[in-house]
């Protein structure tokens, strides 16, 4: 099977040597994504405004590979303080309304850019 490399215009392009995501058969996987803008510029602000970045990212990979965030199976989301979780999740539950995804949550030492979220998902294409 061959992979596919996706990219959009639509999310910030990768910051190394890396794609936003690759296919292969029906499954995605996308790269993580920091509350970054299409343009490149960082979206400063709460946990609630970079989560909601880091979605609109998200469905913009997704959508590019003919995919939506009803068929992502799993979830990674990285906090660089973990008492953000519950204002971070409050934001993805807006997101998966009806069964959501498989998902881990951790916190890790440093985030790219010293963002406050990153999120990577796999999902159906």
């Given at each position: 099977?061959?992979k596919?490399?996706?990219?959009?215009?639509?999310?910030?392009?990768?910051?190394?040597?890396?794609?936003q995501?690759?296919?292969i058969g029906?499954?995605?996987?996308c790269?993580?994504?920091?509350p970054?803008?299409p343009d490149?510029?960082?979206?400063?602000g709460?946990?609630?405004?970079q989560?909601?970045?880091?979605?609109?990212?998200?469905?913009?990979?997704?959508?590019?590979?003919g995919?939506s965030l009803?068929?992502v199976v799993k979830?990674?989301?990285f906090?660089?303080?973990?008492?953000?979780f519950?204002?971070?999740?409050?934001v993805?539950?807006t997101?998966?309304?009806e069964?959501?995804?498989?998902?881990?949550?951790?916190?890790v030492?440093r985030?790219p850019r010293?963002?406050?979220?990153?999120?990577?998902?796999i999902?159906?294409?």
């Open positions: 099977m061959a596919t490399i996706i990219q959009t215009n639509d999310a910030p392009a990768a910051i190394g040597p890396y794609s995501a690759v296919s029906n499954l995605l996987f790269s993580g994504q920091i970054l803008k490149g510029s960082l979206q400063d709460s946990i609630e405004e989560t909601t970045q880091v979605f609109e990212n998200i469905k913009a990979v997704l959508a590019e590979a995919s009803e068929k979830t990674t989301c906090l660089s303080d973990m008492n953000n519950a204002a971070m999740n409050a993805y539950g997101y998966f309304t069964n959501p995804p498989a998902r881990s949550t951790v916190q030492a985030l010293d963002v406050l979220v990153e999120i990577e998902v999902a159906l294409i």
